[in-house]
């Protein structure tokens, strides 16, 4: 069994990593995305064009909410899944 914790330790370890570099490659690719947008906006002369852009980064963000919205309902599905999962295998061990 110690091994058994040291490769989940491990496992959690790896899926941390992952979640971490995963955060940080977002959010370089997102403050990439805002200085092309500044850069362009600082062309733009007529409240028409700043509109459009006003509307484009709106329509980003609704995505962007509805993005989190549905992961955070996935997370909390997963969430659910994995303890029905882990009481079964609980409620298996017990009958032994």
């Given at each position: 069994a110690p091994s058994s914790s040291s490769s989940s330790s491990s496992l959690e370890h790896t899926l941390q990593q992952?979640?971490?570099?995963?955060i940080r490659s977002a959010l370089e690719t997102e403050k990439l995305r805002i200085s092309r947008l500044e850069e362009a906006e600082q062309s733009m002369t007529s409240v028409e064009?700043?509109?459009k852009a006003?509307?484009?980064e709106r329509q980003h963000s609704v995505r962007l909410a509805s993005d989190l919205a549905a992961l955070r309902?996935?997370?909390v599905q997963g969430q659910a899944e994995a303890e029905i999962h882990e009481e079964g295998r609980i409620n298996a061990l017990m009958r032994r």
């Open positions: 992952r979640k971490q570099n995963a064009e700043l509109k006003l509307k484009r309902v996935e997370n």
